[in-house]
């Protein structure tokens, strides 16, 4: 059954789906073991004649104890040890020193994605400025945002590095959900929320919305390409003269 | 017999003046047992309302955007396109309402207000609630609240679409239809808040002479605990739909930040500056317990119906009674599990996977009593028996499931897909419903004063049994998958078309699983007053229900009753027969031990004669 967990193709995803294999093979054992007692029971302590008595007995404390200390422990031991992956995954003082940070914007229904253009530093933003043609709210005053490349439902990111996902919502709460890598964090508006992964393996991954976001939810599909380095510095580049062609092409429209 | 004078008797005939009006029979009853009775019918309407719902949402899933067989064309426009096919839109309103429909109109009423009304008082020897009238607002304000949720059909936009658990912003810039959902959903609260009222006071104040706390059946433990649970909560998801009441409606912020850009609606007035977490925070702090609300009286009815069929004492007693308390405390502080990928800091995820974790030592706990409680005992598999052992299978499922949400990396993965679909239903459907069906059935000889089909519940049970697990198994392995939940059409993603066949494989189990429940409703509309008629105590149970006639008639006992016992003492060796009524006076059990041993002699004679 374990083989219907989508290819994980992350670092951090190897601790999900380790974590994930340890207590299916664990609720696997506890089911067995159950519903072997359960069915001998159902097949043995049938009543034959009518009016049999059965045995009439009203509990051990020995056996109350022993059944509740182990299920206590064996849970608690699941606890801590997820709690080490999940610091790993989530807490801010493991954030890694990112080699890429891309912000995500989530609105009905698609994600906006943007990069620091060619300065490698992000226009300062605030949530006052955002509009349907600023999803980032970039503002206009600052000379950083001016090279800021933004784009819809296409994210490229470089393969074998640490990408430091900034998530945010123009609107509702949305989920920005990657299978292949085991990511999944909510996008609230009015909220920054930072999830980092490494991808290990080149290709196309597809990008979903985990989160209802009214009844277009289902179409909140992107596609993340994982390249190397030197096909995403292109794509980049591209990305940037396509930008810097289309706001001379306003400017020149502006001017005539 | 000593003669404990039951004292309500007199006094409740006077107060009620016996009125035979149909009115005050039927329509505005006063009478536990009536109210209870209305519950469970409308909770039934309400149960093939929200079953069809799902049906409509499997069919979708099956098979995207083709039109519904046989009724597609007949529906309205606003529900399906020309061709008969769901629309998104609709779809969204199916999955909120069946999830509302399902959760507020069918398992809390039938467990909560059919099973609370029914049993409370005729286990604890009462003649009635402590407060009637009470009791009868608390009915009325259901149906009310349920017309008013389904009203938002004739809205413009239609019924409420934000999920049953609805996230601001997005049930803040609703439709009208979202409106209706909260102005029902704080009605339904009033009404499990007077009944949790009325079910505490009256376990703690009713009960028959000599029956002390730990005399009680598990029935009435789990009710009651699960009656202090709605009464603490409930205010707090009352509270945050006032506000979220607000927030549509009076341009209020609490859960919206500012500048939100919804084209749809004029944002203009709303300031902003509210925290959409804050919402999940309050509504699951409600809501988890209510997961709880939904289960502990369906352990109660499973512990009782378990105990009575195996003709054994429930093992244990005190620890499933300390497990429910334990279950009921902890499930305070548990919400959290529910957003952990919500950006809620991780901290707190990790403190809430810790107290989620411990929860499930007392559901562990249960599972291994009741197992020790069929140990050696004498199993007669009746409808209610067999309904209640797969109750206990089919919970361990869920509880098992739980543990991968419970683990917060696991959760990174499947939160929101198809694995928590699974999950509660093996919880909701699995666990509650299945304990609704024996329950239903253990005590319908009671209700009605008649047997219902024995044949036809059986069939009943096995094609439930068999097409639950066909429809909810396979949904863990979609979630396995990553198939996110409420998705209207998943072929639009490439990762999840190879799950195509499965989805259908799901649909055909829900259509029939569907269809098998008219089974039920046959067999209780037709043996309700055809069946054979049913005597005092038909399963030769201990408990108090079963010494009223049946079915009680207003006030409920004809005899006074005396306790002297617990509920579970089955195949007692003091007693002559397999059971012992928490009734039967010592002296009572010396004469009939004398009765039988003078009988045993008689026959030996006659034996010896021969």
Known sequence: MLDWLPENVSVFGEGVDHLFRLIYYISIAIFLLVNTIYILFIIRYRRKRKGEKAYHYHGNNLLEFSWTALPFALFLFLAFYSDGIWEDIKYSEKKPNPDLVVEVMGQAYLWHFRYPGSDGIFGRRERRFISPTNPFGVDPEDPNGRDDLTGINTMHIPVNKTILVRLSSMDVIHSFFLPNMRVKQDAVPGQWVDVWFNSVKTGEYEIACAELCGSGHYLMRAVLTVQPQREFDTWIDEQYTNKRVSLASAQATTNE | MEAALHTGHDGHAAGHGHSNSFIRTYVFSTDHKMIAKQF???????????????????????????????????????????????????????????????IFAVIIPLLVGTFGNFAIP????????????????????????????????????????????????????????????????????????????????????????????????????????????????????????????????????FFQPENLIVPTRDMSRTAGGGQPLLWQHLFWFYSHPAVYIMILPGMGVVSDVISTFARKPLYGYRAMVFAIVAIAFLGIVVWGHHMFQSGMNPLLGTTFMVSTMVIAVPSAIKTFNWLGTMWRGKMEFTAPMLNAVAFVSMFVIGGLSGIFMASTPVDVFIHDTYFIVGHIHYVLFGGSLFAVFAGLYYWFPKMSGRMYSERLAKWHFWITFVTFNGTFFPMHILGMGGMMRRIYDPTVYDFLKPFQPMNEFITINAMILGFAQLLLIANFAWYWFGGRKAKRNPWRANTLEWQAPSPPPHGNFDRPLHVYRGPYEYSAPESVQDYLPQTTSPEDLVEQRRHHEMRLSQVQQAEHLD
Do not use: C
């Open chain 2, 122 to 253: 005729l286990m604890i020897g009462a003649d009635d609630m402590a407060f009637p009238f009470l009791n009868m607002v608390s009915y009325w304000l259901f149906p009310i609240a349920g017309l008013i949720m389904m009203a938002g059909f004739f809205m413009e936009g239609g019924m409420a679409a934000s999920g049953w658990t609805a996230y601001p912003p997005l049930s803040a810039i609703a439709s009208p239809g979202q409106t209706l959902w909260i102005v029902s959903l704080f009605l339904i609260g009033f009404s499990s808040i007077l009944g949790g009222v009325n079910y505490i006071t009256t376990v703690l104040n009713m009960r028959a002479p000599g029956m002390k706390m730990f005399d009680l059946p598990m029935t009435v433990w789990a009710v009651f605990i699960t009656a202090i649970i709605i009464v603490i909560g409930t205010p707090v998801l009352a509270s945050a739909l006032a506000m979220l009441f607000m927030d549509n409606f009076l341009h209020t912020s």
């Open chain 2, 40 to 102: 469970m019918v409308t909770a039934f309407i309400f149960l093939f309302i929200g079953g069809a719902f799902a049906l409509f949402i499997r069919w979708q899933l099956a098979y995207p955007g083709e039109p519904i067989p046989v009724i597609g064309t007949m529906l309205p426009s606003t529900w399906v396109n020309d061709a008969g096919a769901v629309t998104a839109e609709w779809y969204t309103q199916l999955l909120t309402m069946h999830g509302t429909i399902m």
